[in-house]
């Protein structure tokens, strides 16, 4: 619910404002916290201040919403970047919607069940990252910071990102209206998915087990694979050793010594001395 005619802050951008904003009476200086909520008008704690009551007013001079202002909005700087986000993800799906009603409608492996929609899109170390859905693939998709210009990614070329659950290739792509982008494929073809709606929860739910760090055994199998390789060396190396010494063993009993040759081999060898060595 946005608030007609508000003109405390950003000229009555209301949209510029968050749920956690304080706000402030501008006649008397009189503070809304969304925490609190207003026990005078018996507003429960955890109500933003777009959501209060149209007829609302301020508490202690009886000021209209409409003369309240942003006193501070911890909340600010998380809803600019995900409208910065919004931004890129509409122009990302406007390209892959066009790209199938221009070139992939007819191909015979789409799922034409199936729509292209972004899904569950968040900021995660400033850069938006979500699940793409199409009749044709379904990918998670990284998309640039703020500042950042990937316009030059090479389409094609692959990197390795990690995640709590593990690493995954992403393959660089770019568009002509989102711009540059990374891709991690999913599923494709994506003729397993009966309906959109399970297609989206399939989404929401990979992005819910991307951060899991008990995923990782069964995401990233490099240390246990580097594990089994130092094993399979090791035994290796053993038998090796083993195979030495037997050889040895058998080149020792292929040549007697002189004590055996005199007695036919028929005496025992005994500990060599100093009068062994002066014979």
């Known amino acids: 619910m946005s608030v007609a005619g508000f003109e405390g802050s950003y000229m009555g951008a209301n949209d510029r404002i968050s749920d ?11 503070p809304y916290d969304p925490a609190e909520g207003d026990d005078f008008r018996q507003v429960l704690p955890g109500t933003p201040f777009s959501m209060l009551p149209e007829d609302w007013h301020c508490p202690n001079c009886d000021a209209p919403k409409e003369q309240f202002m942003v006193q501070t909005d911890p909340g600010a700087p998380a809803m600019l970047e995900a409208r910065r986000i919004e931004e890129q993800v509409v122009k990302l799906t406007a390209d892959f919607r066009e790209v199938w009603h221009s070139k992939m409608r007819d191909v015979p ?13 968040v900021s995660h170390e400033g850069r938006g990252l979500g699940v793409l859905v199409s009749p044709w693939f379904m990918n998670l998709i990284m998309l640039p910071r703020e500042g950042e210009d990937w316009s030059t990614l090479v389409p094609g070329a692959k990197e390795n990102i990690d995640f709590p659950s593990g690493t995954y290739e992403f393959i660089h792509n770019v568009r002509e209206m989102g711009g540059g982008y990374k891709a991690c494929s999913l599923f494709s073809p994506m003729g397993d998915f009966q309906t959109q709606m399970q297609a989206t929860d399939v989404a929401r739910a990979i992005m819910m087990e991307l951060f899991k760090d008990e ?34 063993r058998v080149e020792e009993m292929a040549q007697p010594t002189r004590r055996k040759l005199i007695s036919a081999g028929l005496a025992e060898d005994a500990p060599r001395d100093a009068a062994d060595d002066a014979e």
Do not use: P, Y
């Not at 956690?20 to 009189?30: D, G, P, R, V």
């Not at 990782?216 to 090796?240: H, M, N, Q, W």
């Open 20 to 30: 956690q904003a304080i706000m402030e009476c501008k006649i008397c200086w009189t």
């Open 109 to 121: 492996l789409v799922n034409k069940a199936l729509s292209v929609e972004a899904v569950g899109f």
């Open 215 to 248: 995923n990782r055994a069964e995401t990233d199998r490099k240390s246990e694979i580097r594990a089994g390789r130092e094993a399979e060396l090791a035994a290796v190396e053993e038998a090796e050793a083993a195979q030495a010494a037997e050889d040895a």
